[in-house]
């Protein structure tokens, strides 16, 4: 039997176990993967520890949503993919924490492009792609993201940059310096933010890819919650605001359109560091402790 990183309960990093599981079988219109390399999302830390129970898990829930590896089979109704390929691919129903995995969303991978590199794509873009449209932000329009520092962050400032929608990006100091690269706006993240923010001019939309604790600011800095959305704040409906969930109609061609980019140097990630798929908590209890700032792709041999 193929292992797994199977979550045994809601709670501490250690509710995760390296353990034997069932080898998953392709549906039709899904292909299984051999995985290489598996991102970890900030959504799969708040999903491990419980802060979005509306997000129900299934029990021995196997968590990641991106995953790249080779095709092993594809299940019926699949063409244009064989075993062998080199895919990465987008996860919504988690399990890229695994030797192997199942897909129903996935693009093919260019040589050019590095396992590390597919692996800690598909979430984020799908992530930054969707949230965009959901916002309908337009050109000549300002938006101010939380979090620009962040896998999902700097890859929703290089989309909006270059549609020519002004990028006001809250990030600590660390981070300033890249938002700038991007083409965004920096201002410093935390107490104060709001006043910082009002300084630079009037907000069209809010895209909180940060996690907790900005809602307030957001919503009174886009004058109400219509245009404010949170990718993972379970506070989300206190305060009016959209919790934006990943669905297969919400960012169609984002893998697709995003993958030709990273293949042609023209879309950059956040810098990450790797360590074995084995050691998937102490990778999130070092996210969760800030212990390192780089994004974290779990792998295997």
Same mark, same amino acid.
């Given at each position: ?15 995760l ?8 079988? !392709?549906?039709?219109? @899904? ?24 997000? !129900? ?16 089979? /594809? ?7 064989s /075993?062998?390929? !080199? ?34 794509? !598909? ?5 930054? %792609?969707?949230?965009?449209r ?27 940059? /270059? ?13 300033? %310096? ?20 009002? /300084? ?15 809602? %307030?600011?957001?919503?009174a ?14 506070a ?31 879309l ?9 798929? @084995?050691?998937a ?21």
């Amino acid at each position: 039997m193929p292992n797994a990183v199977v979550m045994t309960g809601y709670g501490p990093p250690e509710v995760l176990k390296w353990a034997a599981v069932p080898l998953p079988e !392709p549906g039709p219109g @899904q292909i299984r993967i051999k995985v290489e390399a598996a991102g970890i999302s900030p959504t799969d830390l708040a999903l491990r520890a419980g802060y979005l129970k509306a997000f !129900p898990l299934p029990p021995d829930a196997v968590l990641g949503f991106e995953a790249a590896g080779t095709v092993d089979a /594809a299940g019926p109704g699949v063409t244009g993919t064989s /075993a062998g390929d !080199p895919v990465t691919a987008l996860l919504l129903s988690l399990g890229g924490y695994a030797e192997y995995a199942v897909a129903s969303i996935w693009t093919g991978k260019p040589k050019s492009v590095s396992w590390l590199d597919a692996a800690a794509l !598909p979430s984020s873009a799908e992530a930054a %792609a969707r949230v965009l449209r959901q916002l309908n932000v337009k050109p000549g329009e300002t938006l101010l993201l939380f979090g620009g520092g962040g896998s999902v962050g700097v890859i929703a400032t290089q989309l909006a940059v /270059a549609r020519r929608i002004k990028v006001i990006s809250a990030v600590g100091e660390h981070d300033e %310096a890249l938002a700038r690269e991007l083409g965004a706006t920096p201002v410093r993240y935390g107490p104060g933010v709001a006043g910082r923010v009002r /300084a630079l001019g009037a907000v069209d939309a809010v895209f909180d890819a940060a996690g907790t604790g900005v809602l %307030a600011d957001a919503v009174a800095l886009a004058g109400g919650p219509g245009r404010v959305i949170t990718l993972s704040d379970p506070a989300a409906a206190d305060f009016g605001v959209t919790l934006s969930e990943a669905a297969p109609d919400r960012a169609p061609r984002a893998l697709e359109e995003t993958m030709a980019l990273l293949a042609d140097g023209k879309l950059r990630l956040r810098a990450h560091t790797t360590m074995p798929m @084995q050691q998937a908590p102490e990778a999130h209890r070092q996210l969760e402790s800030g212990i390192v700032h780089q994004r974290i792709i779990l792998t295997l041999p």
